[in-house]
């Protein structure tokens, strides 16, 4: 396997964990969310949801909200953008996803 296709095969894994772990993380949020409401445990503003669903608070750029550029050319306008919603199930399942890949690799 040559460096380009490896670094390509890490990038895929690294995006495939952190999407697979994200939408796990979101679902066990609105699981312990709605036993939070059933249990009267605080709804959904219990710890257990809010340590699942909560974002991780990774700012790039000046200020807490970065808004995207704007670039207005009269006739057309474009935006441009990037934002990044980590959580802790998010970043397990990239954990994992890279300890897959390590062990399925070409051998």
């Not at 390509?8 to 690294?14: E, K, T, V, W």
């Not at 796990?24 to 809010?50: H, K, P, Q, T």
């Not at 441009?80 to 996803?97: D, Q, Y």
């Amino acid at each position: 396997m040559n460096r380009k296709s490896s670094f390509a095969r890490l990038l895929l894994f690294i995006i495939l964990g952190l999407l697979i772990g994200g939408i796990l993380g979101e679902s066990l949020g609105l699981l312990f969310g709605e036993l939070g409401e059933l249990m009267n445990a605080g709804g959904y503003d219990n710890i257990v949801r809010n340590f699942f669903v909560a974002p991780l608070n990774l700012n790039f750029g000046i200020g807490h909200n970065v808004d995207p550029v704007f670039i207005d050319l009269y006739m057309v306008k474009f935006s441009f953008g990037f934002g990044l919603k980590l959580n802790v199930v998010s970043i397990i399942g990239m954990i994992v996803s890279l300890y897959i890949m390590k062990w399925s690799g070409e051998r």
